[in-house]
């Protein structure tokens, strides 16, 4: 009889892992004839701690065991309703038995018979091992499908899904929910919802981000709980491509101004998928590119390695697609991240937003981060905006662009934002342009007022310091260089203060001064502004609050110092000169600074855009209903100008008033595009309350012309050249209607065939 049963169970051939093709093999024979191939993964619990209590002789006896009483369970359990195919062995006491079964199997029969199996093989193994007193062996079981398009993966992965299984326990709650949420995956049962993201000075949307969701009234109907289920089954970049071609669908409804905000895990980041799919023949499809695409680098998991993550962003890069830092300020790193990653949009998590109205420090911290993100030229967007309250105070800091359930919650389509936030936010654009703000400060480069002062080298000795401010009774300050640049600064009075204790002659008059030097001194560039340095002087603490300036050159080179009292004295001249120049009734600069700041601008070695603006029909408008309303339409235009600049322009952005309804913009080239769609797009709501209010009703509306002139390296002598071919460029402009911008490179010396219009 022995006989006979041993070569009853020589039937299920056992193989190892280096016999895979074999097995392949066997399951494609199996497929072809329409079988369902599902493999069970099964291991004893806790083999280890027997090892580690008994010894490792009686761990391999049970390991023995258990390999011989696997087949006639398995024939008792499984065949029943299906053929085993054979039983692997993976690694130590871990094993998996391939089934076909006729037809398909549900889940609930997988389910029974895997706690079948568990029942017999627990019973039988602890039959045969009774030489331990402890508590009786437990079976782990679990089970996954084998599709039959890619044999060799499917055996990897099924095992890799089957293990995560049996660690809950067939009979357990969690165990069904990882089962649902494989048949999820498998059918790529996810759905995308879309949130507004809003550009806060006009309400106008700038994309969507798209937000995943399982089945309607499911476990998985909540995106925490669809991806801690994929992060507990390792399946995080399955569930994430799925959700990116999910998003990709809706590239359709979107226009070429907008874009679409995809969430990249880090663990998940190299996307064949987004790198080298059909994705950019779709994009192109829709008259998009990738730069209508961004990627938000979510900050809830570490980045390991940030020399492949930052080869891999390039990658994404040169394909055209925009890069943002997601949950910036509560993941691991938000601040490594943003140095190593160099996004182009700046996402704060919701916990710096929620209450910001009333808390100081987060105020103080948002402050920073634009602060940093205007100096960088990335934009933040702020997450979680759920009260009005949180949102005018955002924009009180200057965040540009926001998101949230108070702006608008994620919908099934591309919505805008919500009725009562869109009639705030043209409150505060109203409150904004009908404001006189404080006229706009242009100040000179910290070259046109630099000194020379007395430098040593960091190894000269504190007391030749010492000499130097004795014999030169006029100098208050030393600057300390290493190779030309300047690494410290020692003051007067600081050093006498360091002397004049009781021990600090015998302890620092032969050292070097780079001990008693001060190592951080506020050093600028020469072309930085006037206004900005004051800003930062006077921001010092009290004890360096009077410490010189120093300048650097280009290679960061020693060029000279400036004073506190030479920087407010200058200052102060200035803001005269701009009280006796400025035009009353904007308080712009006028031709004095403009001719000024012109001249400056010709010997600058960056490309630049001169602006001429000149409003259509102005004196039409202004005899007809009265200078009260011309006058309010020239202010009207300075505060539409000025806010253009400060959303869209640089720092070194110039806004001057020639007089009349003329006025003259000056632009970084790279700002000018965005600058001029501002103003094209947003000129004609900033007058509609003055139509409404005169009751003009004969259907006559404002309209602006632009021209723009190039201003680059040696091309125009003087400003008469400049205002010569501006004239000419504006005099084409005006003969096009509406409000449109016409650039000179567009228009030939008789014809014009090219301008935006609006």
């Known amino acids: 009889m022995w006989s006979t049963l041993k070569q009853h169970f020589r039937r299920i051939p056992f193989f190892s892992l280096d016999k895979r093709q074999w097995m392949k093999q066997i399951i494609r024979q199996e497929v072809d004839k329409g079988r369902s191939i599902i493999m069970f993964y099964v291991d004893i619990v806790k083999l280890t701690e027997v090892e580690n209590r008994y010894g490792d002789v009686i761990a391999k006896r049970v390991l023995q065991q258990f390999e011989r009483i696997m087949p006639p369970v398995s024939r008792q359990v499984f065949e029943m309703r299906g053929k085993i195919l054979a039983i692997q062995k993976l690694w130590g006491d871990d094993f998996a038995i391939y089934v076909s079964f006729k037809g398909s199997l549900n889940e609930e029969d997988c389910r029974m018979l895997s706690i079948h199996f568990q029942e017999q093989a627990e019973k039988q193994l602890n039959r045969h091992v009774g030489f331990v007193n402890r508590e009786a062996l437990r079976v782990h079981i679990g089970y996954a499908d084998i599709p039959g398009e890619d044999i060799v993966k499917e055996m990897y992965t099924s095992v890799k899904r089957a293990v995560h299984m049996a660690k809950y326990g067939v009979t357990s709650e969690t165990y069904t929910n990882v089962t649902q949420f494989h048949k999820l995956l498998s059918e790529e049962n996810v759905s995308m919802r879309f949130m507004p993201i809003i550009h806060l000075p006009d309400g106008e949307t700038l994309g969507w981000e798209a937000l995943a969701r399982g089945p309607v009234d499911s476990l998985f109907e909540s995106p925490a709980m669809l991806f801690k289920y994929a992060e507990e089954t390792d399946s995080v970049f399955r569930l994430e491509h799925i959700c990116r071609k999910r998003a990709m ?298 410490d010189v300036v120093i300048i650097t050159g280009e290679e960061k080179e020693y060029l000279g110092i400036v004073t506190v009292q030479s920087l407010l004295d200058k200052m102060a001249t200035i803001k005269l000169e701009m009280a006796s120049s400025a035009n009353p009734l904007t308080g712009l600069p006028g031709n004095i600074q403009i001719e000024r700041e012109l001249n400056k601008r010709i010997k600058q070695k960056e490309s630049q855009v001169v602006i001429y603006c000149d409003l259509d029909r102005f004196k039409w408008f202004n005899d007809r209903y009265g200078f009260e309303v011309g006058d309010q339409i020239i202010v009207r235009t300075a505060n539409l100008l000025k806010e253009a600049v400060r959303c869209y322009g640089s720092a070194t952005d110039f806004v001057g008033h020639i007089g009349g309804d003329d006025f003259i913009v000056i632009t970084q080239e790279s700002c000018a595009a965005e600058l001029v769609s501002f103003l094209i797009n947003a000129f004609s709501p900033y007058f509609i309350d003055i139509y409404e209010k005169r009751r003009m009703g004969d259907g006559s509306v404002l309209s602006m012309s632009m021209a723009g002139v190039r201003l680059t390296p040696g091309r125009y002598a003087n400003v008469e050249a400049i205002a010569e071919r501006a004239a000419f460029v504006k005099k084409l402009a005006k003969e096009l209607p509406g409000t449109i911008f016409l650039d000179e490179w567009d228009c030939a010396a008789d014809d014009v065939n090219t301008a935006s219009q609006g």
């Open 249 to 546: 669908d809706q590239l359709r409804y979107l226009k070429p101004s907008q874009k679409l905000f995809i969430n990249l895990d880090p663990r998940a980041i190299d996307d064949p998928y987004l790198l080298r799919g059909e994705v950019f023949s779709q994009i192109e499809q829709f008259g998009l590119n990738p730069h209508n695409i961004v990627l938000e680098i979510t900050e809830r998991h570490a980045i390991s390695n940030y020399a492949v993550f930052r080869k891999i962003i390039e990658e994404y890069r040169k394909k055209g697609y925009l890069i943002a830092v997601d949950d910036a300020g509560a993941g691991y790193s938000s601040l490594e991240s943003i140095t190593e990653i160099y996004p182009d949009f700046i996402k704060l998590d919701m916990s710096l937003i929620r209450n910001v109205d009333v808390d100081p420090i987060k105020q103080a911290l948002l402050e920073t981060f634009v602060q940093f993100a205007n100096k960088v030229g990335c934009k933040i967007i702020a997450e979680g905006i759920e009260t009005q309250r949180e949102l005018e105070t955002l924009m009180e800091v200057g965040v540009a662009y926001g998101q949230g359930y108070y702006l608008g919650r994620p919908d099934k389509g591309m919505t805008h934002v919500r009725g009562e936030a869109l009639n705030f936010l043209r409150f505060m654009q109203e409150k904004r342009t009908s404001g006189r703000d404080e006229p706009l400060l242009f100040t000179p480069a910290m070259s046109e007022i630099l000194v020379k002062t007395i430098c040593v080298d960091k190894q000269e000795r504190v007391r030749r310091v010492h000499e130097i401010f004795e014999q030169n009774q006029r100098i208050e300050s030393v600057v300390v260089l290493e190779k030309g640049k300047p690494i410290g600064l020692v003051m007067r009075f600081q050093l006498y203060q360091i002397l004049g204790g009781q021990y600090g002659i015998a302890l620092y008059y032969e050292r070097p001064v780079s001990q008693v030097m001060n190592a951080n001194p506020l050093t600028v560039d020469r072309d930085d502004k006037l206004d900005e340095v004051a800003r930062q002087a006077m921001a010092r603490d009290s004890h360096h609050l009077y």
